[in-house]
């Protein structure tokens, strides 16, 4: 073939492209413009592809010099050590006893502290001496109790199950059963499917212990998932009052989780996740309540005096189950609807039909096209906000985002490649003068009135303390979509030039919001407004509100409003302790950890029993939210045939995480 022509498929051979793009190496007198040919320049001068901004180069984390003069007395420890070749690490643990020191090969390794240690006899003897060295001693020590309470529950479920043919019994030691324990407990704390752990198997064996397959690993799980339950239930013990919040989700069928909330012992505030179930279809209200009363009745066994309320989503079947649940074993329970849900659904009921339209081409233009993500991330400099079906403040946050770079995005659009119907749709409205004012009015409205309930949505669907401060933020989310303050609507209406009857016809968008939020939070007969005055009473636990409200006697009878309160004797008791209580908040400051206020409190009994009671109270459904969030993390298309028990002890463990770990 001759130089420069094709084969018979038109394409050019590998060693052409070769010659194309490099220069002869026997013609070094000659520059790149005489050795390639006409066609080989244009190919050469074709216009390099931009790369996405995620393809820089990575920064590299430097060492301290601090932690560079570790290394070099270590490096100096390990010369000092080779020295002494004639004294094996075996020698060293005999001479050593009890200080967790263990031979690994030519290496003397101390496991209480995870390090390796020269065989020299003063170092070792210093090392011994150090305070690193006690503490890991110590926690060894607390580890070998908690691993021996773990072998034999491990003994008692051998008995009960048998586990002949397994891999489980056969041949191996405790010690190697507490690492494969371990080693699945931290894949599951961690998310990583556990086929992952058959690749790295040789990193993940101890120095003593060998670790088997993921598919032995597996046989594991109903043990682990039945000694997490066993730790929630002992951890529940620590609660004198507790809450239950419960919700499902229709991802993998059905699936429903029991979340507990309460103040424990040492008054820090906690919360595990106690039931996690996957259901083959979604539940009648009958059957869930069911479901909550065989976990907390005949699983837990709380007695109805320690449950103070549930918190529930708005949904018809969580009302019916509650209703049964009430009527049949807890009636004293408060039933508290989630705030955050009802003021996601304040955000639908604006009445913006070109922002709506405008809304649903937007999100369809990011929701299919990687390339129009990344493309919006170069131009701006900023990822694109995530949109949720189920959060309408996500869908703000997305307009939001939108509004702040209106002024590009409509030469963003027309420089796309991806979506040409959307793309098409998107310029019409922005290219029509009249709609596009519209658009960008109701969007300024949006923004307006949208932002105060997104932010305290954000607020009031945390995990920490939130009752005392509710009333607070509910008060100040009704006088902002009751004030006729638009800062963002007046400002986009000058600039555009548009009239008084433009600029209120935007403000009247947001009307039917303001009309619901009204309905639901200030109406008198809402459950909601009860609820409102439920958490108007929590305030007086936050010794701070309580000195600047004045708290006195009548005050003290709206605590009744919390049914768990509403005891004649608990409220006379509370009167009395008041004036001590009174003179100790006088010393309160905002700053103050209201949790460790009240922890210190020990002369007033009483009122540490209301702290512990209102602090269990919960305005949100969030934490069983994050549930789903969780599953929908660990599960994926190709994991859809994961069974119960795998998922089970995967969620749970990794919501409860907060507490120390099975191992």
Request: glycine fraction near 4%; charge should be negative.
């Amino acid at each position: 073939m001759e130089e420069g022509s094709r084969d018979r498929s038109g394409d050019w051979s590998d060693m052409e492209i070769i010659d194309v793009f490099t220069s002869d190496a026997e013609s070094d007198s000659e520059t790149e413009a005489d050795v390639l040919s006409e066609g080989d320049r244009s190919i050469a001068a074709l216009a390099k592809a931009k790369p996405a901004s995620i393809s820089r180069e990575r920064s590299l984390k430097r060492q301290s010099d601090q932690k560079n003069d570790v290394e070099r007395k270590r490096s100096r420890v390990a010369k000092g050590s080779s020295t002494v070749v004639h004294i094996t690490p075996e020698q060293r643990v005999r001479e050593f006893p009890g200080e967790s020191l263990v031979a690994d090969g030519k290496k003397l390794v101390c496991k209480a502290c995870h390090m390796e240690v020269a065989v020299k006899k003063s170092i070792i003897a210093d090392h011994i001496k150090s305070t690193r060295h006690g503490r890991g001693m110590t926690e060894m020590e607390n580890q070998s109790a908690k691993q021996e309470l773990l072998m034999e529950s491990w003994r008692a479920y051998q008995k009960r199950h048998d586990l002949a043919g397994t891999g489980l019994t056969e041949a191996v030691s405790g010690e190697e059963t507490l690492h494969r324990i371990e080693v699945l407990v931290g894949f599951l704390k961690a998310g990583i499917p556990l086929a992952k752990i058959d690749y790295i198997r040789p990193l993940l064996k101890g120095v003593t212990t060998n670790l088997t397959d993921s598919s032995h690993l597996r046989s594991l799980l109903p043990f682990v998932l039945e000694e997490e339950k066993k730790q929630v239930s002992c951890d529940l013990k620590e609660a004198d009052h507790l809450s239950v919040i419960f919700d499902g989700t229709t991802y993998l069928g059905e699936a429903m989780a029991v979340v507990v909330r309460y103040v424990d012992s040492n008054w820090a505030i906690q919360q595990r996740l106690v039931s996690f179930s996957v259901l083959s279809k979604s539940l009648s209200g009958e059957q869930l309540a069911r479901e909550i009363i065989s976990c907390l009745c005949t699983e837990l066994r709380i007695q109805p005096d320690r449950l103070v309320s549930f918190i529930r989503d708005g949904a018809a079947v969580n009302g019916a189950a509650l209703r049964f649940v009430k009527d049949l074993m807890f009636p004293r329970a408060l039933d508290i609807t989630c705030f955050s849900h009802t003021l996601n659904n304040v955000g639908r009921h604006f009445a913006t039909p070109t922002l709506d339209r405008f809304a649903q081409l937007w999100v369809a233009l990011f929701a299919f096209s990687s390339a129009t993500r990344v493309s919006w991330k170069d131009t701006t400099g900023l990822s694109i906000k995530t949109h949720s079906k189920t959060r309408w403040w996500s869908l703000w946050e997305m307009l939001e985002q939108a509004q702040q770079h209106f002024p590009i995005i409509r030469d963003f659009v027309a420089d796309l490649d991806s979506s040409p119907t959307t793309r098409g749709n998107i310029l019409e409205m922005l290219d029509d003068p009249a709609t596009c004012q519209t658009l960008e009015l109701e969007l300024a409205i949006t923004i307006d009135v949208g932002k105060p309930l997104v932010q305290k949505t954000y607020l009031l669907e945390g995990d920490g303390i939130l009752s005392p401060s509710t009333y607070q933020h509910m008060q100040e989310a009704l006088t902002a979509v009751q004030v006729n303050d638009y800062p963002l609507t007046r400002e986009t209406a000058d600039r555009l030039g548009a009239n008084d009857a433009a600029f209120a016809a935007a403000v009247m968008c947001a009307d039917p919001a303001r009309q619901y939020f009204q309905r639901k939070f200030n109406h008198q007969d809402s459950p909601l407004c009860q609820l409102v005055k439920v958490f108007k009473a929590a305030r007086f636990l936050c010794p701070v509100q309580a000195v600047r409200l004045h708290l006195d006697g009548p005050k003290v009878d709206e605590l009744r409003t919390v049914p768990a309160l509403d005891d004649d004797v608990l409220v006379a008791g509370l009167k009395q302790e008041l004036p001590a209580y009174l003179v100790a908040a006088e010393d309160a400051q905002e700053e103050d950890d209201l949790l460790l206020w009240w922890k210190v409190q020990t002369k007033l009994p009483l009122w540490q029993k209301a702290a512990k009671i209102i602090l269990a109270l919960v305005p949100s459904s969030a934490a069983v939210e994050r549930v789903f969030s969780l599953l929908e993390a660990a599960t994926s298309t190709r994991q859809c045939s994961t069974l119960t028990d795998h998922l089970e002890a995967a969620i749970m463990i990794q919501y409860n995480r907060g507490r120390k770990a099975l191992l």
